[in-house]
């Protein structure tokens, strides 16, 4: 899981905060900030994707040099977390207290994640290797004391996070990379029908025509919530 890697990028992340001393900076580079490198980043992947973020091309896109981007992040890969970080900072209306309606809280968050991520489909394939930065942390807490409200016990509470995180990038890697046209999809499909004797399910629910990625999230979600949280 992300985690793993979390240890030597939060040291990183420690160390992009420390302030250069007054001077040290190129003048011609003062209005650079992390702020902007981050901002830039975002558009840089949104528009090139992972393969396209260079160290170069950001500079070129920050107008400065290169050398000048190391000023306040260590590696490119600080610029990931970073970047991934950014575009998942949760901003919706949460207010926590006994009396909210958990499960409308957690259907809020999660679907408003896989927005994000799909806004930004890069991401959903960064954030399975990435160190986990104070936004993603900050929805699992979300969630966390979301589900705790409900009554999931803790020995479950992990189980219950995992399953519903699983659910949410598993449905935006599949619609970010299931890229098929109208007539690539129809091909399919009837390929299934010449061998329906040997695939007869997949071919009599139309699997492969199937294009309510919203709908099936969010009936997934149901599904997943109904059985994760105790009987009543």
């Known amino acids: 899981m992300a985690a793993k890697s979390s240890g030597a990028r939060t040291k990183r992340s420690q160390r992009t905060n420390v302030k250069r001393q007054p001077g040290q900076e190129p003048r011609s580079d003062r209005s650079l900030s992390l702020e902007r490198i981050v901002t830039t980043a975002v558009e840089l992947l949104d528009a090139e994707g992972v393969d396209g973020l260079t160290m170069r091309r950001l500079a070129d896109r920050c107008g400065s040099g290169v050398m000048s981007l190391y000023w306040h992040v260590d590696t490119k890969e600080d ?65 966390g004391t979301a589900l705790s409200r409900a009554g999931v016990a803790d020995a ?6 995992w399953s519903l995180w699983n659910h949410v990038l598993g449905a935006t ?40 990625w919203d709908g ?9 919530l109904d059985g994760l949280t105790p009987k009543q």
């Not at 479950?156 to 996070?161: F, M, P, R, S």
């Not at 099936?216 to 997943?224: H, I, N």
Request: net charge negative; no cysteine; glycine share 4%.
């Open 156 to 161: 479950d509470l992990n189980v219950t996070i």
């Open 79 to 143: 610029v990931f977390d970073l970047a991934l970080d950014s575009v998942l900072e949760y901003r919706g209306p949460w207010q926590t207290g006994e009396s909210q309606d958990w499960r409308s809280e957690v259907v809020h968050m999660l679907e408003d994640w896989r927005a994000s991520m799909l806004r930004h489909p890069w991401s959903a394939s960064l954030l399975p290797s990435r160190a986990l930065g104070a936004n993603v942390l900050g929805r699992l807490e979300l969630l």
């Open 216 to 224: 099936t999230f969010r009936k997934g979600l149901d599904f997943l």
């Open 173 to 212: 890697v599949t619609l970010a990379s299931f890229d098929r046209s109208d007539e690539d999809k129809a091909a399919a499909q009837q390929r299934l029908t010449q061998l329906s004797e040997r695939y007869p399910t997949i071919e009599r629910s139309r699997l492969l025509l199937d294009n309510d």
